[in-house]
């Protein structure tokens, strides 16, 4: 299976605290893609790396890749208790869109 | 705010019966997806139609399940006979594809409707 996997599966954090979480896939990929699930509701992405990027910002979010390590990394800052969700990586392995493959998250709970 | 529309919500169900979900994709995107989420395998690929057509479906259990696109503005997946291993929740996606080139679809983020909350007992 190509699916990639999220480490941790789950973390607990107090608002103010930064949130790390990593994603490592096994082949070469054209682009990242990181979303965010919150609970009984459907996935909304949150931001795209491709294959030629090292790192990206988009509002307290950062994300990185590492090609060499097959690896990403999304860092929120200065979480809030509304970040509360499940956070998916999800990898595109060929030129289309039908080629993504989602790992089985990881689910991140902010106390107040 | 264009969203995915997905109905029913929720489906409570026995075996054998048959189960429709339907999705209404976003006005304007040409590829359509359907997913189905559980705790033990996470988010699956069931079928993908680009342009209404079927691209891939190689995910889907063939003998049960069926996904047709009648129209750009409907997407249909149909489980019949179901059974109690088919619960789970199921999700359609609809994306942009504009073919090939730098703004090619792999560029592209899929936006998910709500999902339909599927038990069959």
């Known amino acids: 299976s190509q699916q990639g996997e999220e480490d941790p599966q789950a973390l607990s954090i107090q608002e103010g605290e930064n949130a790390t979480m990593n994603c490592s896939y096994k082949t070469s990929i054209n682009n990242l893609q990181w979303y965010r699930q919150n609970s009984g509701r459907g996935l909304v992405h949150l931001i795209l790396i491709r294959s030629n990027e090292r790192e990206k910002h988009s509002g307290r979010l950062r994300v990185t890749l590492d090609t060499s390590k097959k690896s990403s990394s999304l860092l929120i800052t200065a979480s809030r208790a509304a970040d509360t969700a499940s956070y998916f990586c999800?990898?595109?392995?060929?030129?289309?869109?039908?080629?993504?493959?989602f790992g089985k998250g990881t689910k991140l709970s902010v106390k107040p | 705010d264009a969203r995915v529309t997905q109905t029913p919500r929720h489906k409570v169900t026995e075996m054998g019966q048959e189960v429709t979900m339907r999705c209404q994709p976003i006005?304007?995107?040409?590829?359509v997806f359907w997913y189905r989420q559980t705790m033990m395998q996470g988010l699956e690929l069931l079928a993908y139609?680009?342009?209404?057509?079927?691209?891939?479906d190689s995910g889907m259990p063939k003998d049960r399940f069926s996904a047709e696109m009648p129209d750009a503005t409907l997407a249909t997946l149909k489980i019949q006979p179901s059974e109690p291993r088919d619960s789970a929740v199921y999700f359609c996606?609809?994306?942009?594809?504009?073919?090939?080139?730098?703004?090619?679809?792999?560029?592209?983020?899929?936006?998910f409707g709500n999902g339909t909350r599927l038990t069959v007992t």
């Open positions: 996606a609809s994306g942009l594809d504009p073919g090939q080139g730098p703004l090619s679809s792999y560029n592209s983020p899929l936006h």
């Open positions: 139609f680009r342009n209404r057509a079927p691209l891939d």
């Open positions: 999800a990898q595109n392995y060929g030129g289309s869109q039908g080629n993504l493959i």
């Open positions: 006005l304007g995107h040409n590829t």
